[in-house]
């Protein structure tokens, strides 16, 4: 299982995504046992969701107890640590975010392919593996979603998913796919933010 370069990979996101939750349970000053709920949110939030959508034959994570393993891991270790970040959480909660946000995305698309359904429904898949444990982790927290604000983000998801699926297409082995589409997914949602782009806003009646 772990000489599984892949599963490998699911167990870094899984500790990223955890840290991001972490991240964001500092900043609430939550106990303990709030750290280890808010990290679980975005670790397995999103894969979750489209385990159940997918109607696979059981919740990943229900399945494999080392993603809970890792996530309690990381959770419990950045409440006794987390104290030496002060003044650099928020910085690291976007940019674990981002590297989370690249791993699962392309992962999530990953699974949806071994599924009988139509592209664009595993490029959907992607994006909700990817972003869906995030949005979670922020409504827990009482913050407004990354996924529902104006910064690129499921856009970001979207490009990668769509990159992975392009890249098998044409022959590419998975590990080179996986790579590419993992980096071109951080590196979307990167730039995004250090140059604050973003999508439009609706305007209302102006004109």
């Not at 709030?34 to 990290?39: D, E, L, S, T």
């Not at 992607?126 to 827990?140: E, N, P």
């Not at 983000?153 to 979207?158: D, E, G, V, W």
């Amino acid at each position: 299982m772990f000489d599984d370069p892949i599963y490998l990979l699911a167990m870094m996101g899984t500790a990223v995504f955890a840290l991001s939750g972490a991240m964001a349970a500092a900043r609430k000053k939550l106990d303990l046992f709030g750290f280890i709920i808010v990290a679980l949110a975005p670790a397995v939030g999103g894969g979750t969701v489209r385990d159940l959508l997918l109607d696979a034959d059981y919740v990943f994570w229900v399945k494999d107890l080392n993603y809970v393993y890792v996530v309690a891991g990381v959770a419990v270790l950045s409440f006794f640590q987390v104290h030496r970040l002060d003044g650099k959480k928020y910085a690291l909660l976007m940019w674990a975010d981002a590297f989370g946000l690249a791993l699962f995305t392309i992962m999530g698309t990953q699974v949806a392919m071994t599924y009988d359904i139509h592209p664009v429904m595993v490029v959907i898949m992607g994006m909700i593996t990817g972003t869906f444990g995030g949005m979670l982790r922020d409504i827990v927290c009482n913050e407004v979603p990354l996924l529902l604000q104006k910064e690129i983000y499921a856009l970001a998801a979207i490009v990668g998913s769509c990159a992975y699926l392009i890249l098998i297409d044409m022959g590419i082995p998975q590990e080179g796919s996986m790579l590419i589409s993992v980096t071109a997914t951080f590196v979307v949602r990167g730039l995004a933010i250090l140059f604050h782009w973003s999508l439009p806003p609706y305007k209302g009646g102006q004109t």
